[in-house]
C-alpha cells in the first residue's frame, strides 16, 4: 500500500445567479420565437411583406434613436450653460430627457429584426410605460443600493487590503535598502510616512 499526498479539498463553488442561469434559455427561445413568427407571416402575406415590414421597422427604429440622441444632446447643452451660469433651475434639462433611456431602447428594439421586438419597441415607445417602468427602475435600483448597505466600495477596499494568514491586517510600507545596493545613492533621513493615510 502506497501513502501518496492527500487529496486536496476545494470550497464549494458558489451557485449561479437565476439570471446567468436563464438569460441564455431566454435568448435563445425569443430567436427561435423570431423565426417561427417571420415563417408564419412569410406563409401568410408573403415574402416581400415581411421584408417591407422589417424596412419599415429598421428605419423607424433609426429615426427614434436620432431624435432621443438629440434631446439627449439638447438637455445636456441646456444643463451645462445652465451650470456655467449658475443659474438655479439646473433640473429643467433633466424633465426634458426624463424617457431618453426608455425611447433609445424601443428604437434600438425596432431596428432588430423581428416582429417581437418590433412590438416592444413600439411599446416602449409609449410615454406611461416609460414613467412606469422609470419608476420601476429606480425602485429596484435604490432597494439593491439598501441591501447592499451601500459598503460596496468599502468592501472591496477592504478585499483589495494585504492579510496575513491569521486574518490580520498588514498594514504596507516599503523601505529600500539601499545600503547594500551599492547604487551610490544617498539613503534618505527618517522614517517614511505610512502609505495608506
Do not use: C
Not at 441564455?24 to 408573403?46: D, K, M, N
Not at 434600438?108 to 427602475?137: E, N
Request: aromatic fraction near 6%.
Amino acid at each position: 500500500m502506497t501513502t501518496g499526498a492527500p487529496t486536496p479539498t476545494y470550497p464549494a463553488r458558489p451557485r449561479r445567479s437565476r439570471l446567468r442561469t436563464f438569460l441564455p434559455l431566454g435568448v435563445a427561445a425569443w430567436l427561435v420565437l423570431e423565426i417561427w413568427l417571420l415563417t408564419v407571416v412569410a406563409s401568410a402575406a408573403g415574402g416581400l411583406t415581411v421584408f417591407l415590414v422589417l424596412v419599415a421597422g429598421f428605419l423607424l427604429g433609426s429615426a427614434v434613436v436620432k431624435r432621443a440622441g438629440r434631446r439627449a444632446f439638447r438637455a445636456l447643452s441646456e444643463t451645462l450653460q445652465q451650470q456655467q451660469g449658475g443659474t438655479a433651475g439646473a433640473g429643467a434639462g433633466a424633465g426634458k430627457s426624463e424617457g431618453n433611456g426608455f425611447l433609445m431602447l424601443g428604437g434600438l428594439l425596432l431596428m432588430l429584426p423581428g416582429l417581437v421586438s418590433d412590438v416592444v419597441g413600439l411599446v416602449l415607445l409609449i410615454p406611461p410605460v416609460q414613467r412606469a417602468l422609470g419608476r420601476y427602475a429606480e425602485r429596484t435600483f435604490e432597494r439593491k443600493i439598501r441591501e447592499a448597505g451601500g459598503g460596496a466600495f468599502g468592501d472591496a477596499f477592504q478585499q483589495a487590503r494585504i492579510h496575513r494568514p491569521d486574518g490580520k491586517v498588514v498594514q504596507g510600507e516599503v523601505i529600500r535598502d539601499d545600503a547594500g545596493s551599492g547604487s551610490g545613492d544617498a539613503p534618505s533621513e527618517g522614517p517614511r510616512p505610512p502609505l495608506n493615510r
